[in-house]
Nanobody, 124 residues
Framework: QVQLVESGGGLVQAGVSLRLSCAVSGRSFSSLAMGWFRQAPGKEREFVAAISRSGSNTGYADSVKGRFTISRDNAKNTVYLQMNSLKSEDTAVYYC????WGSGTDSDAKYDYWGQGTQVTVSS
C-alpha cells in the first residue's frame, strides 16, 4: 500500500513563497509519477502540476505556470511543490497523488493513491 503524507501548508500573505512536501512510502518511489492537485471551497478539485518518474518531464496548470515548480528527490522519496508569488486564489487544500502506470497527467482519474491534503491559505 502506497502512503502519501503532505506537509508545509499554512497561512501566508499574498506575494510570499511556500514549499509543500509529500513523503511517499510503501513502494519504490522512482516507479511513481507524481502530481499535485488542489481543491478550493465550493470548487472541483483541479490539477496543479505533475512530474515524471525520473523528474525529467513536468507539466503545469496555466494558472500556476511560472510561479510554481514541481520537483522530486528520489533518494528521499519526496516530491515538492515550490509556490512563489502566492495569490489569494491559490487558497485551497493541496493534495499529492501517485500514478502507478502513467507518466504523470493532469487527470485526477489516472492517479492511484492520494494524500490527506494540506491547507494553504493566502491572505490578501
Amino acid at each position: 500500500q502506497v502512503q502519501l503524507v503532505e506537509s508545509g501548508g499554512g497561512l501566508v500573505q499574498a506575494g510570499v513563497s511556500l514549499r509543500l512536501s509529500c513523503a511517499v512510502s510503501g513502494r519504490s518511489f522512482s516507479s511513481l509519477a507524481m502530481g499535485w492537485f488542489r481543491q478550493a471551497p465550493g470548487k472541483e478539485r483541479e490539477f496543479v502540476a505533475a512530474i515524471s518518474r525520473s523528474g525529467s518531464n513536468t507539466g503545469y496548470a496555466d494558472s500556476v505556470k511560472g510561479r510554481f515548480t514541481i520537483s522530486r528527490d528520489n533518494a528521499k522519496n519526496t516530491v515538492y511543490l515550490q509556490m512563489n508569488s502566492l495569490k489569494s486564489e491559490d487558497t485551497a487544500v493541496y493534495y499529492c497523488a501517485a500514478d502507478l502506470w502513467g507518466s504523470g497527467t493532469d487527470s485526477d482519474a489516472k492517479y492511484d493513491y492520494w494524500g490527506q491534503g494540506t491547507q494553504v491559505t493566502v491572505s490578501s
